[in-house]
């Protein structure tokens, strides 16, 4: 009778200790488990885009390695940072380098954590286990029952995502102003595991591709209509011409693209265009097109 009595408070205390033992934050090993060939696309944004236009970045991960202790991780990586033009006279900002970084401590919990200043609440924390498609996702945020100031607060939360990276932060400031930053990602591509939308206009650039020299647009610049032509036979094709602002002006897609095609530009304004040509392989590739009547 004792025996059966000790036995559900065992039970008790086991699961207890469990409880305890279970991780409740994400390493900076397990935030930045990155390979080679990992890709990640940011968008940033300040006043919900309303006074300047969102930045974008690419980052794809060109190498790793870990120190002979085994406790830290070095890496290389290529970026592609894109800013649309903010005004119809404005231009657009691109830009592409590599650089390199490490990461230490991969057993400790992470601190990549960014705050909005002037916020003196107390922190709640909790971990999501599927925040981001499969991913897990550790947030901080300011305590909502905690008012720290004579206004509204400002209301924001801060979060690094398992094998993502870090620092992502969204705020709210009930009376506007700079305060208000979005800075998230849009989109991951590790192996086999992808989630979220790219971003077009930088997402297919590709001027190394054999596809570049293939494919001919003219005239430079173009009138009211310009001509495709391929000196090779590409079956399963999808062409999308962007603005530099993101939004789409002509779309169309070919079983088989063999021969000069025409695109009608008659309608559209003077300035610069993109048009995304997709392969039904998954390849892209990405040309800049000048228009003017």
Known sequence: MKTKKRLPLLLFF????LNLNAQNYITFGQEYNYNVGDVFETKACSNNCTSTPPNYVITIILSKRYSMALDTIFYNDSIVNYTPPGCMSCSASFSTYTSSFYVTNLNSPSTDFSYVFGN???????????????????KKYPDPKCTDTCFEPIMSSSWVIEGCGGGYLTSFNPTGGPDEVDYNLIYYKKGADSCGFKYPLISGIDNLSPLNAAIKAYPVPANNLLYLQTSIPINGVSLTLYSLTGNMVWTSRYESLTCTIT??????????YALLI???DGSHLLKKIAVAH
């Open 14 to 17: 086991f699961f207890g200790l």
């Open 278 to 280: 997709c392969l039904q």
């Open 120 to 138: 003196t609440c107390p922190l709640k924390d909790t971990l999501i286990d599927s925040g981001l498609c499969s991913r897990k996702i550790w």
């Open 263 to 272: 695109i009608p530009l008659n309608n559209l304004p003077n300035g610069m």
